[in-house]
């Protein structure tokens, strides 16, 4: 079993910044991908950014050059940099883990409000 626990949302106002963190808990493994998505209301949920255990990332394009995902693997941590907030990313952000033969752990998930 794994948890994930989020914290950093909130509210912001637009060019505004916010940095979401995610530790992860319990049978972690040393090669795993880590991440997050994002759901607005009434929309599918949608990846944002992920980061394998070796540093590799992947950025939604909606994204690009705005946010930037990082971690650090002695924290089991994964942090999202969001910078140049717009309304439009509105959403409940959502951490992920997938780890080989482990399937998906999902956090609970943190509010990001952006005002205009």
């Known amino acids: 079993q794994v948890q994930l626990v989020e914290s950093g949302g909130g509210l912001v106002q637009a060019g505004g910044s916010l940095r979401l963190s995610c530790v992860a808990s319990?049978?972690?493994?040393?090669?795993?991908?880590m991440g997050w998505y994002r759901q607005a209301p009434g929309e599918q949920r949608e990846l944002v950014a992920s980061?394998?255990?070796?540093?590799?990332?992947n950025y939604a394009d909606s994204v690009k050059g705005r946010f930037t995902i990082s971690r650090d693997n002695a924290k089991n941590t994964v942090y999202l940099q969001m910078s140049s907030l717009k309304p439009e990313d509105r959403a409940v952000y959502y951490c992920?883990?997938?780890?080989?033969?482990?399937?998906?752990?999902w956090g609970q998930g943190t509010q990001v409000t952006v005002s205009s």
């Open positions: 980061i394998t255990s070796s540093g590799s990332t």
């Open positions: 992920y883990i997938r780890q080989a033969l482990a399937g998906d752990y």
């Open positions: 319990g049978s972690i493994f040393s090669r795993n991908v």
